[in-house]
């Protein structure tokens, strides 16, 4: 009677064992095997154990090609969850057939696997029972993850009110859960002893400001707190700050931003307007798209909101300097444009109100749209139209873990009614529903791939800019890795268009993510490689790096809040020489709306524990040895570029990390 070996690895997090009873069933290309529990001497299904059965048949099954895991009831014991890893196994001939699971069995259920081996449908095409399996797969998962209409003009999202309506695999663990929770309790509690929170007062001075978060101080909050005020930072920023996807070429002077050579004479020298456009060396900051956006009430007061044009030019010393500031889209006797030769704290005002401009285009567009709910949608899509056995599931299924969650929570507990939109900016959320609706309406493919979108704003030259430096070397890493895998499992151009689930995944993404806006370049099919290459490097990079990037230096330049407010308590200046220290502490935020948004900033800037770096992969859902060679190059190429930067990042005044692969995540996880 043939003996197969059977070896079952748990998941080793908290929780992920069972006291359930697991049999399993082995499916064979010539028999199926009869169900057997697995059980032995001592406690079976222990986390991070991997425990070994044999597996007798009454006939030799062949090649198996599908496993079933049944957990059923034990005895008296509960129900409970069971994390499975994978299961392999051992031929009596000595082949090993490997299962990938790495997924949560809730309740009571059977669970079928398929082996390992990455297989496109035309792969299974003469395979009824595996095709059969494919969409049996797909069906289940697309009722366990429906869409919902979140608001007008939205992407869609996952159909959860809140986190316990997810699935448990795409819930936080046990352990970053409670990571997160006391993060969140210790930032508020930290605020509470202070007195802030209800705190419904403004600033007095600005060394008030710096009593916050006093532990919580970084190596770049301390260089912001003493250099805010300087030109020559708040030029930095565009290229290196959480947004710096805005600033582009200036090829001739905006006609409503009547800039004249007496306005700028003072911060070009002996040159003109005229010679510094040739030249390359004017940029501009546009915030055209916070026009009509409506305002909200703090404290029972109203809170202001401007769209400002912002100059910069690129000086002689290779720093990005601002020279003219108008706090309207319109010209006019009540909006003067603002410049450096102006009283210091004229020009002080003129550019915090540009940097609260920032705040709410970076926060609204660049962050929740671009990084958290696209992403989501290619993780529905994902999750929707790609099983298990897809290569391209494989690929990108490490790239959506916890995206739904913590976007779910998001909509819980950040842009809710009564959330922090509502209780520290100048939007409030209504204001912020609609900021993200213009937002889908200009968004577009070319920004969203960064060559391109470096290109077609033309600053693919700027002198300084890490973002760019960093990002490019990354984006050509995961485009080489992505190539590799594409080129192993698509054999012509034909393959991809022929693929029914791939242009299922696509068609999903340019319907419920870009809401089938041909002018988003967006494609809605693939016709080719290189086509596929492309859009899969973008998901992956806009999901680790790009999200990195926009996220994960939210407190650092936010901390001290006159450099990034998320609201402003009177209009727009209209007149200059009437700016003070003192008249713009009155004009920043109040003591409780101040500290809801960085208590806020203080958590979602690091992430809570069970870090998953990218190239990163403990779960091996591809088993053959071209993608794992693959993974391998993808690590090593990343551990160069790691090296690269903290090498560079030793003679900067500003350590710029966000893109260092070792602190990017995988994935849209905080």
Known sequence: MPTYKVSVATGDMILAGSYSTISITLVGERAESAKQRLDKLGKDFVPGAVDEY????????????????????????????????YVSVKTPVGETYHFPSYQWLEGYCTLTLREGTAKT???????????????????????????????????????AHTIDD????????????????????????????????????????????????????????????????????????????????????????????????????GSLGKSTLEEELKKGNLFIADYKILEDIPTTKLNGKHQYLAAPICLLYLNSEQQMMPIAIQLS?????????????????DWTL?????????FHVHEVITHLLEAHFHCEVYAMATLRQLPMCHPIYKLLI?????TLHINTLARTNLIQPGGVFDKATATGRDGMLKLLAKGVEVSNYTSLCLPDDLEERGVSSLPNFYYRDDGLKIWAAIGKFVSGIVEFYYKSDGAVKSDPELQAWIHEIFTEAFLSRASSGVPSTFESKAQLIKFLTMVIFNCSARHSAVNSGQFDFAAWM???????????????????????????????????????????SYEPGDLRPLGHYPEEHFTEEMPKNLISDFQKRLAVISEEIEERNQGLPIAYHYLNPSLVQNSVSI
């Open 398 to 402: 490490p790239h959506t873990r916890y």
């Open 350 to 358: 003129a550019k915090v109100w540009v940097r609260m401009a920032n």
């Open 54 to 85: 044999d597996v007798p048949c009454e006939k030799d099954l062949g090649p198996i090609v599908l496993i079933r895991l049944h957990k059923e009831p034990y005895l008296f014991f509960p129900k409970d969850n069971w994390f499975c890893s």
């Open 562 to 604: 006159p450099n990034t407010p998320a609201t402003l308590r009177q209009p727009p200046p209209t007149v200059k020489g009437t700016a003070s220290l003192k008249s713009i502490l009155e004009v920043f935020p109040e003591v409780n709306s101040t500290c809801a948004l960085l208590s806020l900033l203080s958590i979602v």
């Open 166 to 265: 997810l699935h448990s695999n795409s819930k936080y663990t046990l352990s970053k859960t409670a990571v997160f929770a006391v993060r969140t309790l210790k930032s508020e509690i930290e605020l509470r002893l202070k007195g802030f929170s209800d705190l419904v007062e403004s600033w007095e001075s600005l060394d008030d400001l710096r009593k916050i978060f006093w532990f919580h101080k970084t190596p770049v909050t301390e260089y912001v707190m003493d250099h805010w005020m300087d030109d020559d930072f708040f030029g930095y920023q565009f290229l290196n700050g959480v947004n710096p996807v805005l600033l582009r070429k200036c090829t001739e002077i905006p006609p409503n931003l009547p800039v004249t050579e007496e306005m700028v004479a």
């Open 329 to 345: 889209q319109t010209h006019s006797m009540e909006s003067p444009i603002f410049l450096p030769t102006d009283r210091k704290w």
């Open 121 to 159: 449908v035309q792969d299974d095409v003469g395979n009824p029972a595996m095709l059969d399996h494919r969409m049996k797969e797909l069906a289940k998962r697309q009722e366990s993850y429906g869409w919902k209409k979140y608001a007008p003009g939205w992407p869609r999202c996952i159909d």
